[in-house]
Nanobody, 122 residues
């Protein structure tokens, strides 16, 4: 079993920054990929970014490329999502998820956190 806990959400003005954290516990993460997803009200949950734990493979959605950076601290079992130049369209609940495959498909992820709210005002 894997437990994921997100933190770092909040309210910020457009152009501001936030750093989200995803703390993982439970089984070893050497074979897991960690993805960040977000869901805005009335919309589908969408992929944001992913990182392979052992290979540092990184991938971003086009909508956040150049503004968001995903990274990980293996010693602490934490994955971060640094979000810069935030826009009102980034407003959503952000979730981290763990899965065996390196994929943008949310159905391929086995474990999910509870989510953290990010609100960007104009």
């Amino acid at each position: 079993q894997v437990q994921l806990v997100e933190s770092g959400g909040g309210s910020v003005q457009a152009g501001g920054s936030l750093r989200l954290s995803c703390a993982a516990s439970g089984r070893t993460f050497s074979t897991y990929g960690i993805g960040w997803f977000r869901q805005a009200p009335g919309k589908e949950r969408e992929f944001v970014a992913l990182i392979r734990w052992e290979r540092s493979v990184l991938y971003y959605a086009d909508s956040v490329k150049g503004r968001f950076t995903i990274s990980r601290d293996n010693a602490k079992n934490i994955v971060y999502l640094q979000m810069n130049s935030l826009k009102p369209d980034d407003t959503a609940v952000y979730y981290c998820a763990a899965g065996f495959r390196t994929t943008t498909r949310k159905s391929e992820y086995d474990y999910w956190g509870q989510g953290t709210q990010v609100t960007v005002s104009s």
